[in-house]
């Protein structure tokens, strides 16, 4: 039998950035946090749609699913890069920590990935809550 094995935390979740994520995150509905892997998470519900990450390369980053149809797009974009272990499900990842973040594009992003895993209610929710990206929001790819 495998035991639970504990992760050390490797993200401050009281650090102002991740503060910044956690406030747009819970703007959505639903949301929970969880530590996973040393870091936050965010989740509608269950599905993760913003993850927290830290390297020695990228110390303070965000991971987040991208529309299938901007994927390309943001891959070519030098803001962003492609997450080990993430690439091929349309995850991108953003540092927080530049100079230059765009924190108006982060929270667009951090909505479409919250639209690639939300429920059709939780979908219905946020649709009444801004309908003015009602018509853009892509159906969720599961339930």
Not at 52 to 66: C, D, F, G, N, Q
Not at 116 to 140: F, I, K, M, T, Y
Request: hydrophobic letters at 40%; aromatic letters at 8%.
């Amino acid at each position: 039998m495998l035991s639970a094995v504990a992760h050390p935390r490797v993200v401050d979740p009281g650090h102002p950035l991740v503060e910044r994520v956690r406030a747009i995150c819970f703007e959505l509905p639903e949301v929970v946090e969880i530590e996973a892997w040393g870091r936050p998470t965010f989740r509608a519900a269950k599905p993760i749609f913003v993850h927290v990450a830290a390297t020695a390369e990228r110390p303070l980053s965000i991971v987040v699913k991208t529309d299938p149809e901007e994927h390309p797009a943001l891959t070519q974009d030098g803001r962003f890069y492609g997450v080990p272990y993430y690439d091929r499900a349309r995850w991108i990842g953003a540092d927080l920590d530049r100079p230059d973040t765009d924190w108006t594009l982060l929270a667009e992003l951090i909505e479409t990935s919250y639209r690639q895993v939300a429920n059709r209610r939780q979908l219905r929710v946020l649709d009444a809550l801004r309908p003015e990206h009602a018509a853009e929001g892509s159906q969720p790819e599961r339930r």
